[in-house]
């Protein structure tokens, strides 16, 4: 999987860029600078690492406002001092989230290779959560239910907890009954001396000026005091699913070499996977060739318009949904509006800011991918729908070696038609959720996962032999039945799940098994049920 350049690759580009610009501060250079303290900020965004992200996008903004023209460079010495400061700081607090992000980044590591040992499958999460604030009986339950999910809990009270070695975690700030001053005071602190740190604000007015201000003063996310446990819990759990990133991949179109050039470097820099193609007349091919997430393409080429090329890719339905933006010097509106109404999605103009191409590429891919998703997972959980479970199970064993085998096991919740009769759809919605959730954090990420439908589970362990599969998944079932949901009157209960395993034959014919997998998974699932639930049953093949 080609993925987008780490946090250090990015920091060392940022590093270079300032340097040539300190040694020759021309207005390319600064460009340059630009998009790497770019790239820097995207890459926070999308690892929801606020306090870092905080520090670079005011960086970024004082380039942008900086960044005129070849007459704007060099800037002043001492607007070139506070940049460096600026730079030096930012660099400083990049290498400490690299370098001590520990546990956290190796269980997440763990969990993405695919040639680990069937054992390495049963992991815990090393993320921390620290409380802080009101300390009572909620607390307490919230540190509890965290606990079956594998993450670690530290209640403190209003004390501001030393930051752990890593300067990472989770910080659940409780503001409660006290006022204003004091709760903000403490989240200021929190930020400036934990500026790694994940906050949360919980028990918020429900009011939009308390909510700005927190916000504002650095905080995370903010939850209304009207949020349930549950709630709680899903944001903890949703800020631990931030996944490594696919590489971005765009076909440029445009007869110019010069321009294709610059293009594909602002781009490049990004980290993202480009083609170049100056034959328009080939787009057909190259698009099947190379998949392409979105087109950058000239509006004026020798062979053909970029409209006629947007209108011939758009008689594809396979290309429909492939976003399509125009670069040109074209300044009439009037041909503008008529380029997008006939297949584009944007209209950049030349010259353009090489910041403002990557931002809208983002932007456009991110939309792009999202759709994707949404055909191709359940919109409840995020796991595999049906069809794509079954396309993921059947791409695993045909991907299968000699003397390699593969489990498939079938999760029903017990008695779900009950939990939805007397607690209502959506705690049902949040116990299912709840499943997917411990699911995800317990397998490797190379495992496959889906929602097959209702309240039942499929999931493929490849290169995982019949007791292993059992272990692994007891576990699960284990800790599952020990989370406590709150029904829509407040009362407490538990649920649990019932398993069915089936494993394939060894060695090539297991390719063609998966049909049977599902049938013989499917049985020892009633097997199970039959027997009493809350249970694993192993299917005899």
């Known amino acids: ?300 080429m020798p062979s053909c318009t970029g409209v006629e090329v947007a209108r011939v890719i758009r008689q594809h339905d396979e290309f429909l949904s492939i976003p399509i933006v125009y670069l040109s010097a074209e300044t009439h509106v009037g041909l503008q509006v008529e380029a997008l109404r006939l297949g584009g999605d944007q209209f950049l103009t030349k010259p353009f800011n090489p910041v403002l191409v990557n931002a809208v590429v983002k932007s456009k891919i991110d939309r792009y991918r999202a759709l994707r998703h949404s055909m191709q997972n359940d919109s409840l959980t995020g796991l595999l729908n049906h069809i794509s479970s079954q396309q993921a199970l059947a791409a695993a064993l045909e991907r299968l070696r000699d003397g390699e085998s593969m489990a498939v096991a079938m999760l029903d919740i017990d008695h779900f038609k009950q939990v939805n009769d007397t607690h209502g759809h959506p705690v049902g919605d949040q116990v299912i959720r709840s499943l997917a959730w411990l699911l995800k954090q317990r397998l490797r990420r190379s495992d496959i996962i889906g929602r097959y439908g209702g309240e039942e589970f499929v999931v493929g362990l490849a290169r995982a032999r019949a007791n292993n599969a059992e272990e692994i998944l007891d576990r699960i079932r284990g800790d599952f039945s020990r989370i406590v949901f709150y029904g829509a009157d407040g009362h407490p209960f538990r649920t649990s799940f019932s398993v069915g395993v089936a494993v394939c034959a060894e060695g090539a014919s297991a390719k063609k098994e998966l049909k049977g997998l599902l049938e013989a998974a499917d049985g020892a699932l009633y097997k199970a049920k039959r027997q009493g639930r809350n249970r694993v049953a192993l299917a005899r093949r």
């Open 1 to 300: 999987m080609l993925t987008t350049p780490s946090l250090p690759q990015k920091e060392r580009a940022l590093q270079l860029a300032w340097a040539r610009y300190l040694a020759y501060p021309n207005f390319e250079h600064f460009v340059e600078f630009s998009l790497a303290v770019n790239n820097c900020t995207d890459a926070l965004t999308q690892q929801s690492q606020t306090g870092l992200h905080h520090v670079c996008r005011q960086l970024e903004q004082q380039a942008l406002t900086l960044f005129g023209d070849e007459s704007s460079h060099p800037v002043a010495k001492d607007i070139m001092c506070s940049l460096g400061e600026q730079i030096a700081r930012l660099c400083e607090l990049l290498r400490r989230y690299h370098d001590n992000e520990g546990e956290i980044t190796e269980e997440r590591r763990a969990r993405q290779r695919p040639d680990d040992a069937p054992t390495a499958l049963i992991t815990h999460n090393a993320q921390q959560v620290f409380l802080v604030g009101e300390h009572g009986a909620r607390q307490h339950e919230l540190a509890t239910q965290l606990g079956y999910f594998g993450i670690s809990v530290y209640e403190g009270g209003w004390e501001l907890p030393a930051p752990n070695p890593s300067g990472l975690g989770v910080y659940l700030l409780d503001v409660g009954e006290q006022p204003a001053t004091r709760w903000l005071s403490t989240l200021q602190q929190l930020r400036e001396r934990i500026p790694l740190a994940h906050i949360v604000c919980l028990g918020m007015p429900n009011e939009f000026v308390a909510m700005n201000q927190a916000l504002q003063a650095g905080a995370d996310h903010c939850m209304a005091q009207s949020a349930s446990l549950q709630q709680i819990l899903s944001q903890v759990l949703a800020h631990e699913e931030t996944e490594e990133q696919e590489s971005y991949r765009v076909l440029i179109i445009e007869d110019s070499r010069t321009a294709a050039h610059v293009i594909n470097r602002a781009l490049e820099e990004r980290g993202t996977l480009t083609q170049v193609l100056y034959d328009p007349l080939q787009t057909l091919s190259v698009i099947r060739q190379f998949q392409p997430e979105l087109i950058l393409m000239d509006m004026y």
